[in-house]
């Protein structure tokens, strides 16, 4: 009997999650002398990254790619007006450089 080994890392830690907005809480938080956008998921609480429009839909994955890349635990919110990328604040480093980056 021969088992084939598995990736450390699983698929669904390589790709962003996506979800419809409405299932998040969102709210705004004072941090680094400024007032950031925030929004809870499973428990989990983020930093906003970076907005696109609807029409970016491809930019947006692409860039919540290059934060996870980077290891930080992303997701993406769909609306009729934007797709947001969300990074955790437990990895409060990424989410630092992130909103400075942006």
Known sequence: MTTSKQSSTSTLDTVPLVIREQM??????????????????CNELYRLAKV????????AYRFGCELILQG?????????????????LRNLSTATEVQSAA
């Open 52 to 59: 696109f429009g609807v029409k970016e839909r491809l930019e």
């Open 24 to 41: 998040v809480v969102l709210f705004k938080f004072y941090m680094e002398q400024t007032i950031c956008e925030g929004m809870t998921y």
């Open 72 to 88: 930080a635990p992303v997701v993406i919110t769909v609306s009729q007006e934007r797709y947001a990328v969300w990074v955790n």
